[in-house]
């Protein structure tokens, strides 16, 4: 495998957040051929990057490319730059993005978010926070997501992901600059479905790591990662995604990665409270960002708010408030029907289909007045 190039010809880009998956995004562009900035909040972490071409601390062991360089201004990093990605923790976006607004003022750049969070109070996902705050056509908002486990494509090992856009160009534009010979990139136009997608892992992750922390075995796992999707999709559709995306690498996906890998942080979070430590110890003990602790209270608002049941992840949040035991989680909640929702139809559709049905409507809808979708993951 030759991912390296010499002189970067692509585009400019900058990459706000140089933690795990930012550095590693830095990097996939750079081996893409992009012209990369990296911006760290820590001037000593620049100053690795530029000198010794590492980041210790969140990808030990992995050479970046030549061609990456970094700075810890915030305005230096952003000069003529024509795509930035946003790689900070979902809830410190919008502080983030208020430095950032009269940077860009004037700018026409492509935003990307990498993130896999809600925001906390408002529920919003990140696509939505950078509309806010930057009041920018949406149609130059991207989001980025899939089996992405930072450290796997640091060592490019082959992966691949998707690049969701309202706008196909926008979409087309970031998945040319975010491919290279280990990292390939699909994109949709189902922003919703694909931010979702990437939020709602980490939950069901969380839940088995809990599940691992307590010692059950494989049979406990696989039930909840089959129910955790369709919690997932029920939630999702019900939001306004796409059914098919959930079932794609941003959904499926990116659960099977990060429910089976140690590397995951949200995986991680969860073993640590199965082994019994308290929320307050996991967030103590994590080093790096576990999104899902965050989002689990916004989400199930959202849920109660769209009526749908998400068993898994209310008994997650349960186990995070210390009000269940670990070793009580299971695969769905005992309920007044013995037979839960979704094994019935073997679609899983909380709501009895009406989320599935209002989905399959709105497609209708949009196929009727010439819309559609491309490039399906
Ligand atoms: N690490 C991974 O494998 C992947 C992570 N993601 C997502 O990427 C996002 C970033 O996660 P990671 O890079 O993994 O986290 P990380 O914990 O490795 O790095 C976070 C970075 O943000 C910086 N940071 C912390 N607080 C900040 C603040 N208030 N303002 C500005 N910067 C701040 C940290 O110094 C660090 O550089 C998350 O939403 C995560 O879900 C998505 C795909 C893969
Ligand atoms: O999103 C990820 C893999 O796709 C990373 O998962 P964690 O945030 O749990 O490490």
Same mark, same amino acid.
Request: with cysteine; hydrophobic share 25%.
């Given at each position: 495998m030759t991912p390296k190039r010499t002189a970067p010809v692509g585009p400019r880009a900058t990459v706000i957040g140089s933690g795990s998956w930012g550095t590693t995004f830095g990097k996939i562009l750079a081996d893409g051929g992009a012209q990369v900035t990296m911006w760290a909040r820590r001037p000593e972490l620049a100053q690795e990057i530029n000198e010794?071409?590492?980041n210790s601390r969140y990808l030990p062991g992995i050479n970046l490319p030549r061609t990456m360089s970094a700075t810890h201004e915030l305005a230096t990093s952003l000069e003529g730059v024509e795509q930035v990605y946003l790689s900070v923790p979902s809830q410190s976006l919008r502080e983030n993005l208020k430095a950032l607004r009269p940077l860009l003022a004037d700018s026409d750049a492509k935003i990307i978010s990498l993130m896999k969070g809600v925001e906390r109070?408002?529920?919003?996902r990140m696509s939505q926070v950078i509309h806010q705050e930057l009041?920018?056509? +949406?149609?130059?908002i991207a989001v980025a997501s899939g089996p992405n486990l930072a450290l796997e494509i640091a060592r490019e090992q082959p992966t691949a992901a998707v690049i969701s856009s309202r706008s196909q160009e926008t979409a087309d534009t970031v998945a040319r600059a975010a491919r290279n010979s280990y990292f390939r990139t699909f994109v949709n136009t189902d922003v919703i479905g694909t931010e979702f997608g990437g939020v709602l892992k980490n939950l069901i992750a969380v839940a088995i790591g809990i599940v691992d922390g307590v010692g059950y075995g494989e049979n406990t796992k696989a039930s909840i990662i089959t129910r955790g999707l369709v919690e997932m999709t029920d939630f999702a559709v019900a939001n306004g995604a796409h059914p098919e995306t959930l079932q794609g690498l941003a959904g499926l996906g990116d659960l099977i990665a990060t429910c089976q890998s140690p590397l995951s942080r949200n995986n991680t979070a969860g073993r640590l409270l199965g082994q019994g430590y308290s929320f307050q110890d996991v967030v103590k003990q994590?080093?790096?960002?576990?999104?899902g602790l965050a989002s689990v209270a916004p989400i199930l608002q959202l849920a109660r708010e769209a009526e749908v049941d998400m068993p898994i992840v209310e008994q997650v949040k349960m186990v995070l408030d210390g009000?269940?035991? +670990?070793?009580?989680?299971? +695969?769905?909640l005992t309920t007044d029907d013995d037979t839960p929702q979704g094994e019935r139809t073997n679609h899983g559709q909380a709501d009895g289909g009406g989320a599935l049905r209002r989905a399959l409507q709105r497609a209708f809808d949009q196929f009727r007045n010439g819309g559609g979708r491309a490039g399906r993951d």
């Open positions: 010794a071409k590492r109070g408002t529920g919003l009041r920018c056509d +949406p149609d130059r994590m080093q790096q960002t576990a999104e009000k269940m035991d +670990p070793r009580d989680i299971a +695969p769905h």
